[in-house]
């Protein structure tokens, strides 16, 4: 059997989902965020590796015994082109403040009290890139890792344009009973859905 493999280029659009703890599943009320613009994602699979062991004497190996590695996981980074506070919350656990006249404007942003203790919550990521043949686009790959937690983000700003790059551990979603990850082919992107101008309630609906 002879084929050519897939030629996957650029991410076309990614969305998170926040997941409700007790079942791993789609958070009821939760809203998906869209992120619209273009983005850089890198993962690094987490290996549990495996022992080896020799017996033997001084001329030769007599017997070898090993167990093999294990996947447990990924470290997932992300890098937008811009700074979307919803995104910034979901992994974080922060709180957007909007304006009292005007909720849907954005007046500021701020991480979890010291006596909160955390509030990052599990989300799903679902990131779609472009599958060419030609000059044509066929379809996407869909690019699911089921369940995911972030953690605070670095912030650096020097005479450029600031691209905030955000860290995310993804493992399996036992709950649910869906592997770390998977991979399917689909025809076109999902339509935007639309998000409650008050993202932090994404946060705040969960139960912990």
């Given amino acids: ?45 987490e290996i549990s590796q495996g022992q080896e062991k020799q017996l033997r004497d001084d001329q030769k ?49 701020d991480t979890p009290m010291l006596s909160e203790g955390s509030k990052i919550k599990p989300f799903k990521a679902d990131i779609f890139v472009a599958n060419y043949e030609g000059e044509d686009i066929k379809n996407y790959a869909k690019v699911t890792f089921n369940k995911c937690t972030g953690k605070a983000f670095k912030m650096g700003f020097k ?22 990850k998977s991979i399917e082919f689909v025809d076109s992107l999902p339509q935007d859905i639309e998000e409650d101008k008050k993202e932090s309630n994404i946060i705040d609906n969960q139960e912990p």
Avoid: H, W
């Fill in 159 to 180: 005479k450029d344009f600031f691209s905030p790059e955000f860290e995310v551990k993804c493992r399996e979603n036992t709950k649910a009973k869906l592997p770390i």
């Fill in 1 to 45: 059997m002879s084929t050519t493999g897939e030629i996957l280029y650029n991410v076309k659009k990614v969305i998170l989902t926040p997941l409700d703890p007790l079942t791993g599943l789609p958070l009821s009320g939760g809203n998906p965020i869209n992120i619209q613009c273009d983005s850089e994602i890198e993962t690094d699979p």
């Fill in 61 to 109: 190996i007599l017997a070898t015994a090993s167990t093999p590695d294990l996947l447990y996981g990924y470290k997932l980074k992300m890098k937008n082109t811009t700074f979307e506070l919803t995104v910034a919350a979901l992994i974080e656990g922060g709180t957007i403040r909007y304006d009292k006249d005007d909720p849907t404007k954005i007046v500021g942003y």
